[in-house]
């Protein structure tokens, strides 16, 4: 049985995925029901959908992992488990990295100005852009895959040996860092954007002392709003990153279930927290959160009313 204090970490990531799964599932939703309003999708409104889907899997993974590590070590020290849940984890978990990557450059190409010509070169080809970073995705995960089949057949050769005991004494930390060396590429991206855009903010900045005008704070609160998608984003994954490398190192010290729990709790913040703020930066999505929360407030008030009447 678990602890109090592990009680009340699992409580909270329970709660936390269950947001998550509600959030990226509204996101979701809005995105499929504009696309067949309108029949077209866009760019964003891809990335949008891509995104929803794969952190409500990437959710789906870290509970059921946490939940069988937590109450059923044995089943998950077994070797289908250990191999299924790093292939999917390292596909999963890739993709939706690589997607947040790609909307944050989605933001720095369409809100920075720049007037150097590689930058107006990569703004007129943003669909090469997605492009080579969907082979930068391919090439991650046949790194990563690799390293998987590398880890299973070394422990193929050592049957006489669990998993725990085979990876204590090989280099654990050097296979977790080839294993996301994809995400370490994709998030060092999101550093540089996040700094491209910080400088065309303090240009904006400059030109507004000159000439100031309505125009240009619409340009300053888009450049504030994305900043701070940004920036969320990288405190979020720091954490996310820490929390899955915490649950990951639980699994080899036997019996701390504190840790993992801890792991999972942080683990489990950022594809909840990161999706309502990308439903509170995005003015479509954030009418749409709205008009949905004000039906169910009328719902709910309607359900009262009814049930007064009926007593």
Request: net charge positive; proline share 1%.
């Amino acid at each position: 049985m678990p602890t109090i204090v592990e009680g009340i970490l699992l409580c909270f990531a329970t709660s936390v995925s269950v947001l998550g799964v509600l959030v990226n599932g509204f996101i979701l939703c809005k995105t499929c029901i504009d696309y067949v309003r309108q029949k077209k999708c866009s760019k964003i409104r891809f990335i949008l959908t891509g995104l929803a889907i794969s952190r409500i899997c990437v959710i789906g993974v870290l509970i059921v992992d946490g939940y069988l590590k937590l109450f059923s070590p044995h089943m998950a020290a077994s070797d289908t488990h250990v191999i299924c849940v790093a292939y999917l984890w390292v596909i999963i978990n890739h993709i939706s990295t690589w997607l947040a990557t790609s909307l944050n450059l989605f933001y720095l190409l369409k809100i920075a100005n720049f007037s150097h010509y590689l930058f107006l070169c990569l703004k007129r080809r943003i669909n090469m852009i997605f492009i080579l970073l969907l082979g930068c995705l391919f090439i991650s995960w046949s790194i990563s895959l690799q390293q998987i089949m590398k880890m299973f057949n070394d422990h193929m050769q050592r049957r006489n040996t669990s998993w725990k005991l085979h990876l204590l004494k090989s280099e654990f930390i050097i296979n977790h860092i080839v294993l996301n060396l994809g995400i370490f590429f994709f998030f060092m991206m999101t550093i540089i954007i996040s700094f491209l855009i910080i400088i065309s903010i303090w240009r904006h900045s400059r030109q507004m002392k000159l000439n100031i005008s309505g125009f240009n704070n619409i340009n300053t609160e888009v450049y504030v709003k994305a900043i701070k998608v940004l920036i969320s984003f990288i405190i979020l994954f720091i954490l996310h990153f820490m929390g899955v490398f915490l649950e990951t190192l639980s699994f080899f010290k036997s019996g701390n279930k504190l840790l993992l729990a801890l792991g999972l709790a942080i683990a489990c913040i950022y594809p909840c927290c990161h999706s309502f703020i990308l439903i509170l930066a995005n003015s479509q999505l954030n009418q749409a959160s709205l008009r949905a929360l004000n039906q169910l407030k009328c719902c709910g008030e309607g359900t009262e009313v009814k049930t007064t009447w009926q007593t």
